[in-house]
């Protein structure tokens, strides 16, 4: 039998343990907490499905002979999906649209950063978003809208050789279990009806 100071210590020692445990699991939960509620105070957007799109175009980056933006508008505007051309920038659709109605203005000039864009280019390409944020409104009746540019690989260009800047429409639970969970975009008409009524919007 262990004398009674051994048996002290070893209780001591379980004790102990017990606390630093109880210590932990109740950090992690209070870490777990506040997780949760940055969590549920965020909106995240995740697009796996336009994977296959990134990898390829990564491979001709900063390559202009290579590039899908400027190779497209030699192509008749219904088959490159353009919806406008002006003097400096162009209107095409993306053919993998977050939502129905995705357009991307883009400059005819292969820079991969805005600050190179030409002043003139550059009032045209604002110009443009101003005008498609009106006629996605007209045509979509979104509850918001999505403007904005990635520059560079890390902030998330899908081209990144080629400043474009990005108008889409958007709804309230428009990211769904669909996207969430099965990693598939659940989108209401096919591009060629997409560039029918955006088209027709921009001629009238």
Known sequence: MES????????????????????????TAATTRTSSANLLAMDYLWTPWRYAYIT?????????????FCELPKLP???????????HCFVI?????????????????HLDELEKLPEAAAHEMMGLSQRMEGVLRQVYSPDGINLGMN????????????????????????TNFMTATGETRVLPEALEVTYQRIRAALDK
């Open 4 to 27: 009674p100071q051994i048996l002290n210590c070893s209780l001591l020692k379980i004790n102990l343990l017990d606390y630093q445990t109880t210590k932990l699991s109740n950090r």
């Open 93 to 109: 659709l993306n053919s993998f649209p977050y939502t129905s109605g995705h357009v991307m203005i883009v400059p005819f000039a």
């Open 77 to 87: 505007d219904v088959q490159a999906k353009i919806v406008h051309r002006g003097k």
């Open 56 to 68: 390829e175009a990564a491979k001709n980056e900063g390559k202009s002979d290579q590039c899908i």
């Open 151 to 174: 520059i560079g690989r890390a902030a998330g260009a899908g081209v990144a050789g080629h400043v474009h800047m990005h108008v889409l429409p958007r709804w309230v639970g428009d």
